[in-house]
């Protein structure tokens, strides 16, 4: 049984559409006026795109990010020659760290790909989140957790389903390791009438976000409709509940410690000083410094928008 206290609700928005990569359709939940950051988290994307719409060939340096896929498929492709194709359930988790995971291939100390959903008639809908690194880990190997749908622990339990991404709940772990800090990242299907229970650590930035149905959040039961992002207070409760009246809901959980440095920002690069960050733009400028050959690299599938290789690119992928 969870015992302790209750989280409480610190805000409820609604986060709005707008425009990135090319042309593509994504509600910005984390990285938006109501919610510039919420540490270790940088950005949090719900995506609706489909082809022409994408995110063609661009860098990343000193973070991890995280795709999610609720449905469709999404393609990818890095100038290291990693390739590889997500559908609905799977994820793809990049770290600019290294370690021995499982699933992980080695990249270098930045990357440049390409991600393009898989059609012109299909939304390819899904959650995109970046996760802050520590400063000793910015600037240390990359690579990639990749997991199809069956090889994520589902919890059944009458009237609710878990699929367990990262941390644990109900005595079951997910499969993704976190490098930067400590994190958990749940998809939870609630029937009518019913409730969910996590601990949480109190000094934890918390955030669920309702991307179907309605739910009631703490004992308070305040209200989340669909596309609602709820932020809890940091506090000493540790116990997140989550329920159900009369429609059901489904929402994602994500819950992460604090890493509490310094963040240097411009787009797709992520230090702790301006000065590392102006390194980082030099390094991808210049290709050096694991930026080797970004300039000269084209992705195949940022030709996905031409419908006449469209086909051949599918078939050859």
């Known amino acids: 049984m969870i015992t302790g206290s209750f989280k409480k609700v610190e805000k409820v928005f609604k986060p709005r559409f707008q425009k990135e990569g090319v042309g593509a359709d994504v509600m910005r939940i984390i990285g938006v006026r109501e919610l510039p950051r919420l540490d270790p988290f940088l950005m949090l994307d719900f995506f609706h795109v489909k082809l022409p719409a994408g995110f063609p060939d661009h860098p ?17 492709e890095d100038f290291k020659g990693h390739k590889g194709v997500i559908g609905p359930g799977d994820i793809q988790w990049m770290t600019a ?56 622990p589902v919890v059944e339990l009458p009237g609710k389903k878990i699929k367990v991404i990262a941390g644990e709940t109900n005595n079951m772990k997910g499969p993704i390791v976190c490098r930067g800090t400590p994190a958990n990242f749940f998809d939870v ?28 959040i703490g004992e308070e039961k305040t209200k989340a409709d669909e596309n609602s992002a709820v932020i809890l207070k940091i506090d000493e409760n540790d116990r997140l509940l989550v329920s159900t009246l009369d429609k059901p809901a489904k929402f994602i959980v994500l819950g992460g410690q604090a890493l509490n440095e310094p963040i240097a920002q411009q787009g797709p690069f992520v230090m702790n000083t301006q000065d590392e960050l102006y390194k980082a733009i030099v390094d991808y400028s210049n290709g050096e410094n694991g930026f080797e050959g970004a300039h000269e690299w084209e992705s195949k599938i ?5 419908r006449t290789q469209y086909e051949k690119i599918i078939k050859n992928f």
């Open 97 to 152: 760290g290294k370690g021995s995971f499982t699933n992980l291939l080695f990249i270098e100390k930045g990357i440049v790909h390409s991600e393009m959903p898989g059609s012109f008639e299909e939304l390819s809908i899904g959650f995109q989140l970046w996760i802050n690194l520590q400063k000793k880990d910015k600037l240390i190997p990359a690579g990639y957790q990749e997991y199809t749908s069956d090889k994520i």
């Open 60 to 76: 990343h340096r000193g973070f991890e990010t995280v795709t999610y896929m609720l449905k469709g498929k999404f393609f990818h």
């Open 189 to 216: 299907h609630l029937e009518k009438n019913q409730s969910f229970e996590q601990i949480i650590p109190g000094s934890w930035k918390t955030l669920v976000f309702i991307y179907e149905g309605e739910a009631y």
């Open 302 to 306: 940022r030709n996905m928008t031409q």
